[in-house]
């Protein structure tokens, strides 16, 4: 199986800065894509940033100019750098994930428990 967890999430005052981390372990053999998904209070999960294998990014329209998005293929790790933080970019913040498992042999998608970020005065 393949597990994602995402770290980093904090406390920050708005105009602060924040970097997410999103490492992938187990039976990996490729992963295909990668993105950053947010779930703000009362309101549906929605795409904030995702990236390729082949460092190809694509950003929400909300968080173009602030966040940077990245990857690390030899750590199987994503990074969500996140500056200029706004109130409403509060929210649980989920790691995804195209992996090809080793087990099965074909590309599956995952999905990390979350981390908490609040941007709050």
């Known amino acids: 199986q393949v597990q994602l967890v995402e770290s980093g999430g904090a406390l920050v005052q708005p105009g602060g800065s924040l970097r997410l981390s999103c490492a992938a372990s187990?039976?990996?053999?490729?992963?295909?894509?990668m993105g950053w998904y947010r779930q703000a209070p009362g309101k549906e999960r929605e795409l904030v940033a995702t990236?390729?294998?082949?460092?190809?990014?694509n950003y929400a329209d909300s968080v173009k100019g602030r966040f940077t998005i990245s990857s690390d293929n030899a750590k199987n790790t994503m990074y969500l750098q996140m500056n200029s933080l706004k109130p409403e970019d509060t929210a649980v913040y989920y790691c995804?994930?195209?992996?090809?498992?080793?087990?099965?042999?074909?590309?599956?998608?995952?999905w990390g428990k979350g981390t908490l970020v609040t941007v709050s005065s």
């Open positions: 995804n994930a195209d992996v090809v498992d080793s087990r099965f042999g074909y590309v599956r998608d995952y």
């Open positions: 187990g039976s990996i053999f490729r992963i295909n894509n």
């Open positions: 990236v390729t294998s082949t460092g190809t990014t």
